[in-house]
């Protein structure tokens, strides 16, 4: 049998400029890109991260089908739907994608490549901001076209509570995308955002939800994001217990997922 | 056989020491032994749960050995994993591609991730990915997806690639398109490790063969040196007379030992997996076949089946595990 002599370079000699990786920057950039374009090449991730909010938005202030118990219907609602959408993104739709990522064996291949693990994480979390960027601008947009003037004081207090929110619901996202069979995820990740929009206080304030729910729902994480938005972008001070609890589940979910999300 | 020995440097590909690997109550790698020479195609063959995945898994950093160690390119692929990425290629068994992504959008993605990938382009033209180029991952069959899988493994110019069962579901041509690219990256000098169950792959690509089963390296060497370059002549027989005391099939390989020796052939006879059947080793002519039938018609047997010619992988299997290995 004749062999080629064509042996490559000895293990341990200088890396061929051919065998080296990209720059981290473009790496994660790439798969930001990808994460985006996924989410809004689908039709049920586009209905659920934008289509939903804006029906919500323009349904509950210009009809008075739910009692929000106020007349500044849009400055209550607001809120809550950038709260929703937060959710929508960070949580549902991460957990879904991630599922069945991991089911096809996406997230393996991608960490055999020099993305690696953490860019594979840097580039969600990328990705994810990208979505929200895009969310809020047409959120915000139509809000503000429906009449809402929101404290501008309250817009960096906003901005850190969107963002310690987007951590908590990512972690959550990961935590059971990271746990159960795909097809668990997708279940638990709608039956979640169901439940959380019904009785968790992310649309609409705690005070409207019936007695024993009322002080449990400031507790989950999805009352707390939403009663913090409110309350800055209403008032423009950061309100300190809504902003503690949120912290507390993004520490408790964050180490859950480090802990407990397996690649396999 | 030279094959086992690297044409140049000392150091293999790929060297595997004495790996362990459990998950709960199964050990699926039980101190498993293998090197894969630079800039060859090593095999690692053996049947459906043998531990070939759970081995090539810790090869690509993707599963941490319990004990032993994992070398490519020299370097540890857990610790190591940074400078290793960017030069190993990998083929997972399950695709590993994003289902809503159009098939070229994601080898153009896998490619991103490389200094100087190669030409997806052209890459595709060579797979023939061309004609599913827009479609999403999701929707390919069996073989477009395996091509595609392939295509993202060597997209970024690797030293070593790892491809787990690359030609599974493939119908024939797309086999063949397969294997000429992996033929194609040993003419490069890429080192290549692929894992099979198919005897016909293993035998039409590998210059070294790994065999593998309940966790351990159990043969290895080239498929010559494997299945012995001589061939062989496999006798099943059959007693004629219910009456006669039945003798063990060892005792007739003895005994036909003896015959040959006296007719003036020095083969040796052995039993093998099959009840029933003999093995006469060494090259088959019409002498011998001769001698064989003689002393089965002296000793009353009947002869019902007589095959001669090399042995294949399957034999050698059969012999190494006395189990069929599909």
Redesign the interface.
Known sequence: ?S??????????AA?P??????PLA??VA??AR?EM??VL??GEQLVITLVLPVLLLVGLTRTSLVDLGTEDRIGLVAPGVLALAVMSTAFTSQAIATG??RR???L?????????RSGLLAGKVLGIAGIQLLQMAVLVAVSLVLGWSPSLGGVPGALLVVVLGTAAFTSLALLVAGTLRAEAVLAVANLLWVLLLAGGAVLLPASLLPAPLAELAVLLPSGALGEALRTVLAEGTVPLVPVGVLSAWTVLLGGAAVRFFR?? | MPATTPASTGEPAVRVTGLTKRYRRVEAVRGLDLAAPCGRITALLGPNGAGKTTTVECCEGLRRPDTGTVRVLGLDPVRDAQALRPRVGVMLQDGGLPSTVPALEALEHVSRMYARPRDVGELADRLGLSSFARTPVRRLSGGQRQRLALATAVVGRPAVVFLDEPSAGLDPQARLAVWQLVRDLRTEGVSVVVTTHQMAEAEALADHVVVVDHGQAIASGTVDSLVGGDGSMRVSVQHLDPHHVERSDGELAQHLTVALGRSGHEHSVTTSSLAGTLEVHGAPGPELVHAVTGWARDQGVLITSLTTGRRTLEDVFLDLTGRSLR
């Open positions: 049998m062999l080629p002599v064509d042996v490559p370079a000895e293990p341990g890396v400029p051919e065998q080296r990786a990209a473009r790496r790439a798969q990808i374009r996924t090449r689908n069945f990522d096809n064996g996406v393996r291949l991608m960490a055999t490549t020099p993305l690696g690649w396999h």
